[in-house]
């Protein structure tokens, strides 16, 4: 999908409510760029296939590894390794764009109730 | 590359001053994440062979193309089409995160003096 005026994260964010649930804004090739609000703790699971890339656009979060956790912040950004485990931890709402290949499913390999709906647009 | 801490974008934009000259800060598969500082007007390019994304940082740019031209802002992000010739105008200094392949030149298929190093990272 091509536009013709730029992409406001802000904007975009405030167009839907729900935790954990991707919404694809942009696409690149064969990638797509997800917002998603996150808030509690998430899933432990991997992506076999891929890295996985955070960047928080508003509020923190924690990436939990099983031997070591990463904080992030606004305007940081970090990947996360295909096929490491990794859980997402917000103590309070973060704003989060997440970029990896379409078909991406946000669980992983590891399914369950999380499992949002893939390839949603805001 | 991966690291243990996250990437703090300004604090990386902090370390070079150098206009047209995109830096690597992180790498996803095949795809590089690059800062970039623009000033006045670059040259008229394409990328045959893909999509470019632009997100801005910090300052505002304008992404020209042949038929019309789209206003960035910091928060703003905007996916130039494999194939569309533009070129980025920033009146003032403009602080970008670029996305494309590893191995994409930033002058496209233009070349010339505007053409910089690729792969170097921040």
Redesign the interface.
């Known amino acids: 999908m091509?536009t013709?005026?730029?992409?406001?994260?802000?904007n975009q964010l405030a167009k839907f409510s729900e935790h954990w649930s991707p919404r694809v804004?942009?696409?690149?090739?064969d990638?797509q760029?997800k917002l998603a609000k996150l808030r509690g703790e998430f899933v432990w699971h991997a992506h076999e296939d891929?890295?996985?890339?955070f960047i928080v656009?508003e509020g923190e979060m924690t990436l939990e590894f099983r031997d070591?956790s990463?904080?992030?912040?606004a305007?940081?950004?970090?990947?996360v390794?295909?096929g490491v485990e990794h859980r997402p931890v917000a103590a309070r709402e973060c704003c989060v764009m997440l970029?990896?290949?379409r078909g991406t499913v946000n669980t992983g390999d590891a399914g369950g109730a999380y499992t949002a709906p893939n390839d949603v647009w805001v």
């Open positions: 091509t013709d005026s730029a992409i406001n994260l802000r804004v942009a696409e690149m090739n990638y760029f891929t890295d996985e890339v656009v070591r990463v904080q992030l912040a305007g940081e950004m970090y990947v390794p295909r970029v990896e290949p």
